[in-house]
Structures are given as structure tokens and as C-alpha cells.
């Protein structure tokens, strides 16, 4: 298969904390011309069957997915699995209990931000949560914006939802090694999502790609809306240097928000492994 397929491993739906169904997204990836979809929910799999069902009925190829979060040398690292048994026990059970701490941590937000003047905050996002289980910081993003508090959603992270401003709320993820194993033991590919967008220094990246290899990963984003041209560039390198395959996705979560859209993202850079080229017995 070449690698100009217009392949789009990730975006979020209703289902974690994107806006549109998997059925309006499989819809839009469609008409924008992606031939291979998947749905890449965060923390959660509830998804993966509208989705198939959805993108095959649109003509559309689909290989299962999601991303995990994963706190990793103090930071949060955002792991993609592709191509799993949607049905795995032990994945599934993974992923609820990475979900479990989402409400605590809301209601701590809540209370930071009642600190600053901001009032009702949780009960503000709660309209937004398409997931009782997937609370996130999206949706309080999105409940600033409509109580006009600020004007977008980058606004409000560089504001509040980020390290040191008043509505953050430290918080431990899965570790690495389970959120890999996870993923490879229900026999799909882990892929270390959007690398350009961690604060690590060169040591820190280092160690990140070396355990993540050492632990069964075998993928990391390259062609992703949340990486710069430059970081193309600068990850296609990574990739040739740890023996990775490369990945392509938009990262779309809204029509409002969203920069990049579902499909509409540039070709993956050349003499690289696609990570679909290694999974064509895992499309759907
Ligand atoms: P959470 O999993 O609750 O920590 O929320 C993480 C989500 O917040 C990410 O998946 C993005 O959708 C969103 N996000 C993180 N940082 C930003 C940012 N700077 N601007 C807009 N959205 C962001
Ligand atoms: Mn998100
Ligand atoms: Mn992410
Ligand atoms: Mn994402």
C-alpha cells in the first residue's frame, strides 16, 4: 500500500472530548478523503464499535484506537494504541482505572478556581461532558470560554489548566510500561503521540523513547496538527534513529476549535515506515 494513503490515526469524539459523534466524525473524515480512520478517544474504548461500524459504512478502512495518558518523568505523555482487540479484558480494565481519578481531580479544579473568582466551574463543564467518565480539562476550557471568562480555548490553558496557573491540579496517569503493555498484550501497536508538544529537555526525550522501545512500543506521531513543519522534520529523524514506525493524525476535536482537520494534514515525510504499512491484517 503507498504511503500516500490518507490515513488519520487520531481524534477525539463525544466519547472523551471531542464535540462531534463518532458518526459525524466518521462523515467528515469521509468527505475530506481519509481512506483510513481511527477513532483515538482519550482513556477510553466505548467508541471503537460506532466508529467501525460508521467508517465502513462510509467506504472508509478502520483500525481501532485510543490514547492513553501516561505520567512519565513528572510530565503527562499522551501514548496512541492502534490496532487492539476492542473487546480485551485487561486493556479495558486499564483504561477504567486510568479514567477513575478524572472526578476528584474536576472537583479539585473547581475549588482552585472558586479560589480566583470563578464560580461553579465543575457543574459548568458537567454541561459539556458527553462522558460521565471523561471529565477533562477540555470541557472546563469550553465552559470559560461560554461564560465569555476568555475568548478560546488555548486562552484558557495558557491562563488556568496549565502547570503553575490557578485551575491546575497535579495528577498521576498510567505508568509507561502499563499503557505499552496494555496496548501490545490486546495485540495492537503503541505509538508515542505528538513528541514535539512535551516539555523535556534532551535527556528526558532520550529516556522517553528508550523505555518506551524497551517496553514494545514501536510507533511515534511525525505528521500530527499539533507539530510544527520543523518538527516534521525533527521526528522524522527520531523515528529513522529508534527504529519507529511513523504516524499520521490530525488530532481534530472540534469544528470550533480544531486548526487541523480530519484528513487535511501534509504526507508523511519520506523513508519512513508508515505504522499502517505494519498493520494491514489489523484494519477493520
Ligand atoms: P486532560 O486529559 O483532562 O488533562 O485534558 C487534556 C486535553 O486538553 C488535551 O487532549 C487537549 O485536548 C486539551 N489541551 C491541552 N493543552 C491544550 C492547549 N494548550 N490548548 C488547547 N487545548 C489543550
Ligand atoms: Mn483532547
Ligand atoms: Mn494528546
Ligand atoms: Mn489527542
Redesign the pocket.
Known sequence: MPDILNADLHC?SVVS?GTLTPEQLAGRAAANGVELWALTD?DEIGGQHRAAAAARAHGMRYLTGTEI?VTFAGE?VHIVGLGFDADDAAMREGLFDTRGG?GKRAQEMSEQLARVGIHGAYEGALRFVGNPELI???HF?RFLVESGICRD??EV??KYL?EGKPGYVEHRWASLRDAVHWITDAGGMAVIAHPGRYNFTANEEYALFTEFKAHGGRGVEVVTGSHTPQEYVKYAAVATEFGLAASRGSDF?SPDESHTDLGRLPPLPGGLTPVWELMEDRFL
Do not use: E, G, L
Open positions: 477525539h472530548d482519550h495518558s503527562t478524572r477533562s480539562r477540555t476550557a480555548t488555548p490553558f495558557r496549565t476535536h
